[in-house]
C-alpha cells in the first residue's frame, strides 16, 4: 500500500512544486517589503519626535501581542466588512508585511540604539544634517549589530508564510493539506513538504550562524 | 468603520471566550513546562561529547528550527494515524508545541552556557572541580542570567504559537473566535476580541518578563 502511495506522491509531485514556487514567491516579495518598511519604521520608533515614537510603539505592540493566525483573519475577513475586498494573495502579503516589518522595527531600532550618543553628537558637530548623520555615521555601525538578527528574522518569516494557506492561498502547507486528503499516508506527504521548507530556510539558518560568528567578532 | 459594533453579541458569546482563555492559558502552561524538560535534555544531549547522542540531538534541533510549526502540527495531525496512533487533537497540539519549542528552549540554554567565559572553566579544571562540579558551580548559575529574558520570550511565542492549533480544531482562544463567525457571521466582533484577549495576555506575560528582568538576582552577571 505504501509503494503504491509513493508512486502516486511522485505523480503529483509537480504539484508540490508549484506550491515551492508560491511559497518562495510570498517568502520574497514579503522579505522585501518587510525590510524597507521595518527600516522606515525603525527609525520613525528611535526619532526624536515623541508622537512619531509612540504611533510605531502602538503599532508594533499591537503586532507582537497577537498571533500572526488572528491577523490573517483580521485582514481577510473583516476588510470585506469594511468594503476593502481583497483576494487571498494580497491579503496574504498584506499581513505578511504587517507582521513581518513589526518584527524587523524592533531589531532595527535595538541596533541604532546600542550606537553610543557620542557618536550622533560627533557627527552633529561635524555639521551633518539630522539625516546625513543617521545614513553616513549611524546606519553603517548599526548595520553590524542589526545583520544577524535580521536574517534570523528572514528565516521565522520563511516559516510563517505557512500560515496563509489557511486564507486557501495554493502554498507549500496548503498543497499537503489538499493531497493529504487524497492520499491518506500524512507522514509521507508532510515530510516532503517539510523537505522542502528545509530546502529554503536552512541554508538561511546557516547564514545566520555564521554572521553571528563574523560580527561577534 | 466601527459604528455598527456589535457589543452584546460579544457580551453573550463572552463565556465562551473565557472558556477559550483558560485553555490557551492551560495549553501554554502545560506545553512550555514539557518543552522546558525537552529542551533541557536536547541541550544536554546536543553539548555532551558523546556521539550517539550528539547529532541525534542536533537534528532534531535542526530539523525542528527549519521547518514551520504548522507543517509540524499537520504532519503529526495527519501522520500519527497513519503510523496506527489515534490521540485526540489536543494531545496532538501540546505534542507538537512541546517538539517545537523544546528545540528552540535547547538552543537558548546552549547559547546560555556557551556565553559563560572560557577562562572560567578552565579555573574550575585547575581547581580540581570535575565535569558535574564545573556544571553546577561554575557554568549553570552564570549561565542561567543569560537564558532567563530569552527562556520568558520563548513563552510569549509559544502562546501565540498555540493559535495555531485552531487549525486542527483544538478548542482554545482563537477557535472560539471561528465558532463565533460561523454562528453568527460577525469577524469583526469575533477577531477582534479574540486579539483583545491575546493582548491581554501578551501584556502581562510582557510585564512579568520585564519585572523578572530588572528584579531578579541574576541581572548581576551582565
Not at chain 1, 1 to 25: C, D
Not at chain 1, 62 to 86: A, C, D, K, N, S
Not at chain 1, 164 to 179: A, H, K, N, P, Y
Not at chain 2, 192 to 198: E, G, I, N, S
Request: proline share 4%.
Amino acid at each position: 500500500m505504501m509503494a503504491f502511495y509513493f508512486a502516486q506522491l511522485v505523480e503529483i509531485f509537480p504539484f508540490f512544486l508549484k506550491g515551492l514556487w508560491m511559497t518562495s514567491k510570498i517568502a520574497f516579495i514579503s522579505l522585501v517589503s518587510c525590510t524597507l518598511i521595518g527600516l522606515v519604521l525603525g527609525i520613525f520608533r528611535s526619532s526624536n519626535s515623541i508622537i512619531l515614537r509612540y504611533l510605531v510603539g502602538v503599532y508594533v505592540a499591537f503586532v507582537r501581542g497577537t498571533p500572526f493566525v488572528v491577523q490573517i483573519f483580521i485582514i481577510f475577513f473583516i476588510f470585506p466588512e469594511w468594503g476593502i475586498q481583497l483576494e487571498a494573495f494580497p491579503a496574504a502579503l498584506l499581513a505578511m508585511a504587517i507582521m513581518g516589518s513589526a518584527f524587523i522595527c524592533e531589531i532595527v531600532a535595538g541596533g541604532i540604539a546600542a550606537i553610543p550618543k557620542g557618536q550622533w553628537e560627533a557627527a552633529a558637530s561635524s555639521g551633518l544634517t539630522n539625516l546625513q548623520q543617521l545614513r553616513l555615521v549611524v546606519i553603517p555601525q548599526a548595520m553590524k549589530i542589526i545583520l544577524p538578527p535580521l536574517v534570523g528574522q528572514y528565516v521565522l518569516l520563511i516559516k510563517d508564510t505557512s500560515v496563509v494557506s489557511v486564507i486557501g492561498v495554493m502554498d507549500l502547507t496548503r498543497v499537503g493539506w489538499v493531497t493529504v486528503v487524497r492520499i491518506p499516508e500524512g507522514l509521507m506527504v508532510f515530510t516532503l513538504v517539510g523537505a522542502l521548507y528545509f530546502m529554503i530556510s536552512y541554508p538561511l539558518i546557516l547564514l545566520s550562524n555564521y554572521l553571528e560568528q563574523r560580527m561577534a567578532i | 468603520m466601527l459604528a455598527d459594533f456589535n457589543f452584546r453579541v460579544i457580551w453573550e458569546y463572552m463565556p465562551l471566550f473565557l472558556t477559550g482563555v483558560r485553555a490557551t492559558a492551560f495549553i501554554a502552561a502545560v506545553s512550555i513546562t514539557l518543552a522546558l524538560i525537552t529542551g533541557i535534555l536536547a541541550c544536554a544531549c546536543r553539548i555532551s561529547g558523546i556521539k550517539a547522542l550528539k547529532y541525534p540531538a542536533i537534528a532534531y534541533i535542526e530539523l525542528i528550527r527549519s521547518t514551520p510549526l504548522l507543517v509540524q502540527i499537520y504532519f503529526l495531525y495527519f501522520g500519527l494515524p497513519t503510523l496506527g496512533l489515534r490521540i485526540p487533537e489536543l494531545q496532538t497540539g501540546i505534542l507538537a508545541l512541546m517538539l517545537n519549542s523544546g528545540a528552540y528552549i535547547a538552543e537558548i540554554i546552549r547559547a546560555g552556557i556557551n556565553s559563560v567565559d572560557e577562562g572560567h572553566i578552565e579555573a574550575g579544571i585547575s581547581s580540581g572541580l570535575n565535569y558535574v562540579q564545573r556544571m553546577r558551580f561554575i557554568i549553570l548559575p552564570q549561565a542561567l542570567g543569560v537564558t532567563i529574558p530569552p527562556l520568558l520570550g520563548q513563552n510569549i511565542v509559544l502562546v501565540k504559537d498555540s493559535a495555531l492549533l485552531s487549525l486542527i480544531s483544538v478548542v482554545e482562544l482563537t477557535r472560539s473566535g471561528q465558532t463565533m463567525t460561523s454562528e453568527r457571521f460577525m469577524p469583526a466582533e469575533a477577531f477582534l476580541t479574540v486579539a483583545f484577549f491575546y493582548m491581554c495576555i501578551y501584556f502581562c506575560l510582557k510585564a512579568f518578563a520585564d519585572w523578572s528582568q530588572r528584579k531578579l538576582i541574576f541581572r548581576e552577571v551582565y
